[in-house]
């Protein structure tokens, strides 16, 4: 069956412009996670999304960031107002549940560079 | 602050055992222990987790020492593809969620 799937796969901004990143989970995953990884370092967890609960936000690192998923499906990361400091690899995740023996299944990533 | 510790770099040859460690003297009795992998410029794969007992796949095994503080992932015969950055993981839980902290993993590098 599909992956998850992102886009775009590369996004190049410049400075101060608003963007948004897309990721679709596999079907009947109920968890979704948003990471980011910067050139040469391990991946930094961002926010979490568990069915209909409120989203566990302790990773955004600024209110520059922003997540919404939409009918427990199609999530979209929202970075406003972009920083040079933005540039990384946006992964997201899915899981079947919360039980934490459920493995995650990582998406390919979106490249967003910041100029 | 990543949970975990592993070395930085490891070459292995191919064909032979690759022993990858991971210290996590902070673990609690309910977190499991986690293995992923990243290829270059792709997404994190998973590969095996465990509590207490040492688990095998067809990936891979896992060792656990008694103690659970720290655990060994074992590629049996490694091959080129087997080349990536491997980390260990504990997940954490907060306020019911299971976020995982990843560290800097190890570079393992198979060589021909």
């Known amino acids: 069956g599909a992956g998850v799937s992102q886009s775009p796969s590369n996004k190049v901004t410049e400075k101060g412009k608003d963007v948004e990143l897309r990721c679709d989970p596999i079907s009947g995953h109920t968890a979704l996670y948003w990471y980011r990884q910067s050139l040469g370092q391990g991946l930094e967890f961002l926010i979490y999304?568990?069915?209909?609960?409120?989203?566990?936000k302790s990773g955004l690192p600024s209110d520059r960031f922003s997540a919404e998923r939409t009918g427990g499906s199609v999530s979209t990361l929202t970075i406003q107002r972009t920083q040079q400091e933005d540039s990384a690899v946006y992964l997201c995740?899915?899981?079947?549940?919360?039980?934490?023996?459920?493995?995650?299944?990582f998406g390919p990533g979106t490249r967003l560079t910041v100029t | 602050d990543a949970k975990t510790t592993q070395p930085t770099s490891m070459d292995c040859a191919e064909g032979r055992a690759a022993n990858l460690p991971c210290n996590h003297s902070?673990?609690?009795?309910?977190?499991?222990v986690y293995w992923y992998r990243q290829i270059h410029s792709q997404g994190p794969q998973y590969i095996i987790h465990?509590?207490?007992n040492n688990e095998t796949n067809e990936m891979a095994s896992l060792i656990i020492t008694e103690d659970r503080k720290s655990s060994t992932l074992i590629l049996p015969h490694a091959t080129l593809r087997d080349t990536a950055v491997y980390y260990c993981i504990v997940s954490l839980t907060t306020s019911g969620t299971y976020k995982y902290i990843f560290g800097t993993g190890t570079r393992l590098k198979v060589l021909a």
């Open positions: 995740a899915s899981s079947l549940g919360t039980v934490r023996s459920y493995e995650q299944y």
């Open positions: 999304f568990q069915g209909n609960s409120a989203p566990d």
């Open positions: 902070t673990i609690s009795g309910n977190e499991y």
């Open positions: 465990g509590l207490k």
